[in-house]
């Protein structure tokens, strides 16, 4: 059950990663802007119904042997929600109405839970050290 909780927290870890400085990353430098913020904008609902999910399945098969790192996935599960419900709702509203200034302070602080995820997720990935 260790193995397949490493591998599952990996994964989370590994897609958190390449999503944030991968994907979106080369979305918005390959694609003109107004086919890369559609793209990027129907692409998120998918990348935190991932992170919800493999996070949650981390969190049970971790439980039984490390409460802590199974309490920090299930943390990320549960941050995701209202991140993917209401933040992430927020920002395409501030988006599609012009106001910059909401854009840039909730896209801040997208990006600032999408690294508290990743460093939470690193952390549980050296626990198994």
Known sequence: ?????????????????????GFAAFVFSALPPDVASPTIRRAFPYF?????????????????GDTVSAVIMAGIALST???RQVLM???????????????????????TITLAHIAAAAYVLVRFI
């Open 81 to 83: 929600i209202p991140t």
């Open 89 to 111: 709702p927020a920002i395409n509203t501030a988006t599609d109405e012009g106001k910059k200034r909401r854009f840039q302070l909730l896209h801040a602080l997208s990006v």
């Open 1 to 21: 059950m260790e193995t397949v909780a490493l591998l599952v927290t990996a994964t989370l870890f590994g897609g958190m990663v390449l999503y944030a400085f």
């Open 48 to 64: 935190y119904l991932f992170v919800l999910g493999v996070s949650a399945l981390a969190a049970l098969l971790l439980i039984s």
